[in-house]
């Protein structure tokens, strides 16, 4: 890869939002094909590729959605939801496997943030939901657990950006005795407020 196209990736990395605001144009399927593909393509821990994909386009499937998933934007007009698929995982021990499935699907959801901010579609990753209430809601088969949703719409604005910590703040080169330093500092801090306020540490 160039410097070039690293420097074009790396914009496009700082550039991503979180989109709330969309119109009320339709999502071509193609375009949601093509976001799948991007997920199915992320890392996948022990090589397990649990994930399965469940595409939302129509008002009734979205409102559903919508009525359980705190967070989802109301004018999103398609979704993806990402889920994880239980027989694919019945070798490995559970309690692991849930945490190898929900860092799948966070690799696979910021490919598909990626591509959809490469092709100037809008998207929100929403997670504030409860599994057993999204899959109710969305009939899905007792083998799929719902992981992280995928909001998209074409995009009526572009969000500023959010502040971010200095590089320097949150890296540390062979030690991290400088951040352990900074996060007691910080500690310390927070506990002197609380003692302030008459509240315990």
Same mark, same amino acid.
């Given at each position: 890869?160039?410097?070039?196209?690293?420097?074009?990736?790396?914009?496009?990395?700082?550039?991503?939002?979180?989109?709330?605001?969309?119109?009320?144009?339709?999502?071509?399927?193609?375009?949601?094909?093509?976001?799948?593909?991007?997920?199915?393509?992320?890392?996948?821990?022990?090589?397990?590729?649990?994930?399965?994909?469940?595409?939302?386009?129509?008002?009734?499937?979205?409102?559903?959605?919508?009525?359980?998933?705190?967070?989802?934007?109301?004018?999103?007009? %398609? *979704? &993806?939801? +990402?889920? !994880?698929?239980?027989?694919?995982?019945?070798?490995?021990? $559970? /309690?692991?496997?849930?945490?190898?499935?929900?860092?799948?699907?966070?690799?696979?959801?910021?490919?598909?943030?990626?591509?959809? %901010? *490469? &092709?100037? +579609?809008? !998207?929100?990753?929403?997670?504030?939901?409860?599994?057993? $209430? /999204?899959?109710?809601?969305?009939?899905?088969?007792?083998?799929?657990?719902?992981?992280?949703?995928?909001?998209?719409?074409?995009?009526?604005?572009?969000?500023?950006?959010?502040?971010?910590?200095?590089?320097?703040?949150?890296?540390?080169?062979?030690?991290?005795?400088?951040?352990?330093?900074?996060?007691?500092?910080?500690?310390?801090?927070?506990?002197?407020?609380?003692?302030?306020?008459?509240?315990?540490?």
């Amino acid at each position: 890869m160039s410097y070039v196209q690293c420097s074009h990736l790396l914009s496009l990395i700082k550039g991503r939002r979180s989109t709330r605001n969309f119109t009320g144009e339709a999502i071509e399927d193609e375009i949601l094909v093509r976001l799948c593909d991007a997920g199915r393509w992320g890392p996948s821990p022990c090589n397990v590729q649990s994930l399965r994909f469940v595409v939302g386009r129509t008002a009734e499937f979205l409102d559903r959605l919508k009525e359980v998933a705190y967070g989802c934007p109301t004018t999103a007009r %398609a *979704a &993806i939801v +990402i889920c !994880s698929e239980s027989t694919s995982r019945s070798s490995l021990d $559970r /309690l692991r496997c849930m945490e190898l499935v929900a860092e799948e699907a966070a690799m696979a959801c910021q490919n598909m943030l990626l591509l959809a %901010a *490469a &092709i100037d +579609i809008g !998207s929100c990753p929403v997670a504030g939901f409860a599994r057993e $209430r /999204l899959s109710e809601a969305l009939q899905l088969p007792e083998t799929l657990a719902p992981l992280l949703v995928v909001a998209l719409g074409k995009t009526c604005d572009t969000p500023p950006a959010p502040p971010r910590r200095a590089l320097e703040q949150i890296v540390e080169w062979e030690s991290c005795e400088a951040l352990s330093h900074a996060a007691c500092r910080r500690r310390s801090q927070q506990d002197g407020r609380r003692g302030r306020q008459g509240l315990r540490p």
